[in-house]
């Protein structure tokens, strides 16, 4: 990961991904990319979704977690 991004942010990075990586493939990528972000509304601290949405870096990020981060944004 980039070494620019603080190490709280890298592990929000990999939590997103990981998160996203396992989620059961059931459905589209929008469905599954609608569950990734559920997951995160329900789950995450408001200073965590925060930090994730205010990411300016999403190569950072894999397909599914990036598709949340945008429904997540709204």
């Known amino acids: 990961m980039a070494t620019d991004i603080d190490e709280g942010l890298q592990h929000l990075i990999k939590m997103a991904n990981q998160i996203a990586a396992n989620m059961p493939a059931v459905g589209t990528e929008d469905d599954?990319?609608?569950?990734?972000?559920?997951?995160?509304?329900?789950?995450?601290?408001?200073?965590?979704?925060?930090?994730?949405?205010?990411?300016?870096?999403?190569?950072?990020?894999?397909?599914?977690?990036i598709k949340a981060r945008q429904l997540l944004r709204g």
């Open 32 to 65: 599954i990319a609608e569950k990734v972000a559920d997951h995160i509304r329900r789950f995450w601290a408001a200073g965590m979704k925060q930090q994730l949405l205010a990411l300016d870096d999403t190569e950072l990020l894999n397909d599914r977690a």
